[in-house]
Structures are given as C-alpha cells and as structure tokens.
C-alpha cells in the first residue's frame, strides 16, 4: 500500500538520528579524543540515517568533502535481537504454509546481516567495488579513507547526487535509460565478471548525477557466489529459451535446489519465466509490460500457491540475495520507465563467459582485497 512504501522509503536514508552527544563519544572512542582536529570541518547534524548508522558530512583537511557513517550504539545485540524474531515469524509460518521452508533464507540473512556490522569489512567491499568497476564510466564508488576508519566508523569520499525517486520523475526519456542502463552495468558487471553482487538494491544506496551517472554507496551486504552458481544462472536462461527440460533441471541444481521433479520445474519455471522474460527478445522494450509492481506479487502468489500443492521447496541461501537483485533492479527499472535492448545488454556480458576465466579473476581480485573465496560446493 502507499503509505506504507512512503513510510518505508523514509527509513532507506532518512530515519531519526542520534544527537551530537552520542556523535562526540563514538567519534571520540573510534578515532581518539582528538577526532575533530582530524577534520577541517564536521557537521553535527546527520545528513543521512538508516537501519545500522547515520552519515556525517565533513571536510578534510586538503579541502576533500568526506561521508563519515557511524555504526548506532549496540546494534550487534540489536540485530541477534532481530535475527531470533524473524526466526520466530518464520516458524510460525510454517505451521500454516508449506509452500517455502525459509530455514536457508534465515541462515543467509543472519550471516549478512553480521557481516554488515563489521565497517572494516565493508571498507574492504567498498574498495573491491571500485576495482572491479574501475573501467565503468557510468558508475562512481567512493573512495575509502582507512585513516579515518574504524570497525564502527566508515569515511569515504562524498559523492553528491539526486535520488532516484525524484530523478526519476523529472529526467527526459534518454537521461533514465543511460542511467537504468549504467544500474544495470553497476549490478552485474561484477556479477558475471567476478561472481560478485550487491545484495542491498533500495533506493537509499544510490543517487545519481545529471548526466546519468550512479553514484554506488553501502557495501555491507554483498553476496560472493562460487563461479558454478554464476555458470547456472547463465545455463537457465538458454534453456528457457531452447525449453530445454534437462538443461533447466542441471542448472537449478547447480543452484542448490534439491530433488525437482517435473511439477516442482514447471512451478520453478514460472517465477523464473518472469525474472529472465525483459532477456529473451532481442528488441527494445521496457522491463515488464505492466506498469504496476502488483504485476510481480501476482506471480509470487501463483508461485506459492502451486508450490504448496506439491509439498513445498527449501530455496537455497545462495538463492535470496541474487532474487532480492533482481526484483529490486527490477522495481528501478520500472520506476525509470526505461525502454532498453535488455537482450543485447545481457548478452554483452553473457557471450565471453568461461568458468575457468570467472574463477581466476575472483580468486585475484579477493585475495587482492583480503576476502574469502567461497566454497566451492
């Protein structure tokens, strides 16, 4: 409903701040008592505040404008707090529908969620972002200043721009399809190159310039997939196109689905049919036909519905956050109103894969980054 997406819309990137008490003290605790003599300037005011962290606007000393983002006081606990609540939603869920055991969905939550806690590890994210989209003309990632960080306190440079909401709104036809365009690059540049993706697409991690450019923020929640899981989202897609039953069945299991008998594919093949349709033809159009995001949830509804008359299906967590991409960009992408070649697009990073290629490079470029390579099962 409206008022609930305005409401929550809000909390993306303008939730209620912490004072300039709590600032001072955290500030102090992460850079040392001399903090604000590290800044040429700091607002006390927060600029942006969200679910984990708020960001202040300061200035270096050689004049540079800065993002500092402040981790809020016992978040840690405060997720765990979490976390066991929607352990509990989930569990009564499943007293009433069988349709999706969300066990996986939590375990991958959980381990994200934790992840994104740890500012040190998102300052190493931030930096393989901006590696691996370096040759990317159409997207900016700020830099990280490790000087100026902490486990609890993350600065990088600040990189102004509109939000997309009102971008969306005012810019011409060809403006927002550059910029669906650059979100689209931004998005799976680093997926089917490195097997690398952000798992946080909301409107509050991205603004975006007059020239169409995206400005790409908030790398705590990234998802690194082993390079077979990449190989079979690859694998689905030429097999819808050729309807081919078998190659369809060999990539979800590549996935991690289990046991998928010929109702489960068909069931599977819907929500997927939907996901990859913009792909399949090779002309101009926009993302999906209907103008309404219902359009989606009406398919979910089918999905689960006929899910449940077959007993049920266990998404495995590699699963969530690749989902959660899609349907976010998905959602921008309607937003824009942007009518692209999404077939050409896809295919200009699809046409060059090679396995061996993806698992070299992801590989170097975590190493180079000091992240795990994941496992490979």
């Known amino acids: 409903p409206d008022d609930y997406a305005r409401e929550l819309a809000e909390l993306q990137a303008n939730a209620p701040a912490m004072g300039w008490p709590f600032v001072r003290r955290r500030m102090a605790a992460e850079l040392g008592v001399d903090w604000q003599g590290q800044f040429a300037d700091f607002d006390r005011e927060a600029a942006r505040a969200a679910s984990l962290g708020q960001v202040h ?15 809020y006081p016992d978040m840690a606990s405060t997720v765990a707090a979490d976390l066991n609540q929607l352990k509990l939603v989930f569990s009564l869920y499943r007293r009433y529908d069988s349709a999706i055991d969300p066990s996986q969905i939590h375990a991958e939550l959980a381990e994200r969620l934790t992840e994104e806690l740890d500012y040190e590890r998102e300052a190493r994210h931030t930096k393989l ?10 997207v900016r990632v ?4 490790d000087t100026l960080s902490s486990g609890r306190l993350l600065t990088t440079g600040w990189l102004e721009g509109q939000p997309m ?30 097997g690398v993706i952000h798992g946080d697409p909301h409107l509050g991690n991205y603004t975006v310039n007059e020239d169409a450019t995206i400005n790409l923020y908030d790398f705590g929640c990234i998802r690194v997939f082993p390079p077979a899981f990449v190989r079979g989202v690859i694998e689905l897609y030429h097999a819808l196109r050729e309807a081919d039953r078998e190659r369809a069945v060999h990539a979800y299991e590549s996935w991690g689905f289990e046991d998928i008998s010929n109702d489960l594919l068909d069931t599977l093949n819907i929500w997927a049919g939907f996901l990859y349709r913009p792909l399949m033809e090779d002309k101009v159009q926009r993302i999906q036909e209907s103008e309404s995001g219902l359009y989606g949830a009406n398919i979910a509804h089918q999905v689960q519905a006929k899910l449940r008359e077959l007993g ?5 967590r590699e699963f969530v956050l690749m989902d959660r991409a899609a349907v976010g960009l998905g959602s921008v992408f309607l937003r824009l109103r942007a009518e692209l070649n999404w077939h050409r697009v896809f295919h200009e990073l699809i046409d060059t894969f090679d396995i061996d290629g993806l698992a070299d490079r992801q590989a170097t470029m975590l190493a180079a980054h000091e992240l795990a390579v994941p496992d490979a099962g």
């Open 129 to 138: 972002y901006g590696a691996m989209l370096a040759d990317e003309p159409g």
């Open 142 to 145: 700020p830099e990280v200043q």
């Open 57 to 71: 606007k300061a200035v270096s000393h050689d004049g540079a404008a800065l993002a500092c983002k402040l981790q």
């Open 312 to 316: 049920g299906v266990t998404p495995p």
């Open 165 to 194: 909401a009102s971008f969306a709104e005012t810019a011409d036809s060809e403006v927002r399809k550059a910029a669906a365009l650059n979100m689209f690059r931004a998005w799976y540049v680093p997926f089917y190159g490195y």
